[in-house]
């Protein structure tokens, strides 16, 4: 097919009724570069089908899976689907919540002790870990199946910190319409952290309507 690469993707995607596209990183740095930063983040950004981006070398099922979730309906999607591929059969599953300890600044700068500070943060951290449990109990997942990564700080932050402490062979993320995950996942952030992490990525994109 002529024209832009995504387009071609997107169009053949559709003519082929498929349910879903996988997509290689190139090797060579600059090359890597310009295929993310353009077509892997166009497919995913314009298109309705999810996409799985291989970075690393296929010698295996994936083992272990981590979901990046911000506890909303896309993010339950993304899960949903990336069992619904067949793509993570028995692989274990743990999930990376970055969290917003908001009053942390504000207490530090009034002098508030550090036990005072890391005691609020202790519990910001259980709130969050209440809520993560009822958005999989709400979406009929396993609780007792999932490794919970609670994590202060950012989206990215977070999810860079728990790839490099767990080391996941596959990252799940879903995208928003208009906001959260996709403005934050594909834009620079984005792209740096595609070029970044070795591991897949499945990206799970909104129900277009």
């Known amino acids: 097919m002529t024209g832009n690469p995504f387009r071609g993707i997107l169009n053949a995607a559709e003519a082929r009724g498929v ?3 996988v997509m ?9 570069d310009v295929f993310v930063g353009t077509t892997i983040e166009r497919v995913i950004r314009t298109g309705q089908f999810p996409v799985l981006m291989v970075n690393a070398e296929v010698e295996h099922s994936y083992k ?10 896309p993010s339950a999607r993304a899960i949903s689907t990336a069992k619904e591929t067949g793509l993570i059969g028995e692989a274990s599953f743990s999930l990376v919540h970055g969290f917003d300890a908001f009053a942390k600044g504000k207490m530090s700068n009034a002098g508030i002790g550090k036990d005072e500070l890391a005691s609020y943060v202790a ?7 209440k809520e993560l449990i009822a958005f999989l109990e709400a979406n009929d997942f396993d609780v007792d199946n999932w490794s919970l ?8 932050e977070a999810i860079m910190e728990a790839i490099n402490e767990v080391a996941p062979d596959l990252l799940v993320i879903g995208t928003h319409s208009r906001s959260g995950f996709i403005k934050l996942f594909l834009g620079s952030v984005t792209e740096s952290l595609l070029r970044s ?3 897949d990525v499945f ?7």
Do not use: C, N, Y
């Open 197 to 199: 992490v070795d591991v």
């Open 123 to 129: 519990t910001e951290r259980s709130q969050v870990e």
């Open 19 to 21: 349910d879903l596209i």
């Open 203 to 209: 990206a799970v994109p909104p129900i277009r309507s």
């Open 64 to 73: 272990k899976v981590m979901a990046a979730v911000d506890m909303s309906e």
């Open 24 to 32: 290689g990183a190139h090797r060579k740095q600059l090359l890597r």
């Open 149 to 156: 990564q609670i994590r202060e700080g950012g989206p990215v």
